[in-house]
């Protein structure tokens, strides 16, 4: 089942609109169901250059454009929500992420944020049930409670950027897409004769449409905390322009030659310094994570302990681990070191291919440190 089946008494659904091909379909599809439909596309107030915005596609001009003529065909009433302000929030977040040395995932905040809870605002409003989007994952109901799944496209899955999402705010979701691989997606966009069929995929952070962040750092005037690049031991390697030119696991850029690949071990913006190491230097036996948020699943109390496989970046591959559970969060123990496990990055835990819940990753530990 690819999604929570609404009641008969509340058959209005407010659809997030990118201008993509998945929001489309998701559209469509539920209108094939003979849903009362209305089509919100998101403006988050950052320009976007249409030549630029051709590239990968994300929340310009053209994108507005493509979401309301979708919507026109489709004969879905629609709007287009100024959320500069909250957007806004968003960039601010993901700046500090950085000076404070750790990687934010914006994405994740988002879904949580806007996505599945400021566009369920938007749906109370406006009198409907819930909120449909485009992603790849999975909704049932199972005994009362909501059950999130990944995709059944791997490539496609993106259960793991809803591990922050309330459980409430989930059961007033449609996700129609779940059960299709994105073949299926694109052939059902060319049936219905969506515009969209053919329009590239967007892959980037949709408030920086030139797929580099350090762009956005010197636009808003981001301070930066510039100092030495150290190997493990101390010994001073080079110079760099700011800590937040780096992530943890970062092989090119630094500008460092050697006699093997030397990868971003840890960052100290306050010292300036970036220590550059072997790759199994990068080896992280276990991590803190806070703010859990569980989905269809009740942890055991503080002081318990669950296995699971835990997934610490959008594309990484779940680990085997152990779960201990604290009353301000979580330890996770990893059964074997896990490459580059990044603070600010989430911690997502799945039983098989069901998503149990994450949190956030705030300190790591180095294999052997």
């Known amino acids: 089942m690819s ?29 094939q169901e003979g849903l009362d439909l209305v089509g919100l596309f998101m403006r988050n107030g950052v320009h976007v250059e249409e030549a630029e915005s051709a590239k990968k ?6 994108d507005a454009r493509d979401a309301r003529m979708v919507a026109a065909h489709l004969g879905v009433p629609f709007q287009s929500v100024d959320l500069k302000d909250e957007f806004g929030a968003i960039i601010r977040y993901f700046l500090a992420e950085y000076a404070r040395g750790r990687t934010p995932n914006p994405c ?24 449909a989007t485009g992603h790849y994952a999975r909704l049932a109901l199972e005994d009362g409670r909501v059950v999130l799944r990944r995709g059944l496209d791997e490539s496609k899955d993106q259960s793991y950027q809803l591990f922050s999402v309330a459980e409430a705010n989930l059961a007033r979701t449609r996700l129609p897409l779940g059960d299709l691989k994105k073949t299926e997606v694109r052939a059902l966009a060319k049936e219905a004769g969506l515009r969209t069929a053919v329009k590239k ?12 962040y350090r762009k956005l750092l010197e636009e808003r005037g981001a301070e930066l905390h510039p100092g030495a690049l150290v190997d493990t031991a101390g010994a001073v390697l080079g110079a760099h322009a700011g800590t937040e030119h780096f992530t943890i696991g970062q092989r090119r850029g630094h500008g460092v030659a050697g006699g093997e ?19 199994d230097e990068c080896g992280i036996a276990e991590c803190a994570v806070e703010t859990p948020n569980w989905i269809g699943f009740d942890p055991p109390s503080p002081g318990g302990s669950f296995r699971c496989r835990v997934q610490h970046r959008y594309r990484s591959t779940p680990a085997e681990a152990t779960v201990a559970v604290r009353a301000d969060g979580a330890r ?14 989430g911690a997502a835990f799945y039983a098989e291919d069901r998503l149990l819940g994450g949190g956030w990753i705030a300190t790591t530990k180095r294999a052997g440190g």
């Not at 596609?57 to 053209?62: D, T």
């Not at 030397?262 to 220590?275: A, I, K, Q, S, W």
């Not at 990893?334 to 496990?341: G, H, L, N, Q």
């Open 108 to 131: 994740a905040v988002c879904n949580r944020d806007l996505k599945f809870d400021r566009l369920l605002r938007f749906a109370r409003d406006l009198g409907a049930e819930g909120v």
């Open 201 to 212: 995929d967007s892959q980037e952070i949709c408030f920086v449409p030139s797929n580099d």
């Open 261 to 279: 690949p030397l990868y971003v071990v840890e960052l100290h913006p306050d010292e300036g310094r970036v220590v550059l190491g072997a790759r």
């Open 332 to 345: 996770v123990v990893f059964d074997a070191p896990e490459f580059a496990v990044t603070a600010g990055q």
């Open 3 to 31: 999604s929570v089946t609404p009641s008969s008494t509340a058959r209005r659904f407010v659809v997030a609109m990118s201008g993509g091909v998945d929001s489309s379909v998701a559209a469509w599809m539920l209108k």
């Open 57 to 62: 596609s994300c929340c310009s001009v053209g």
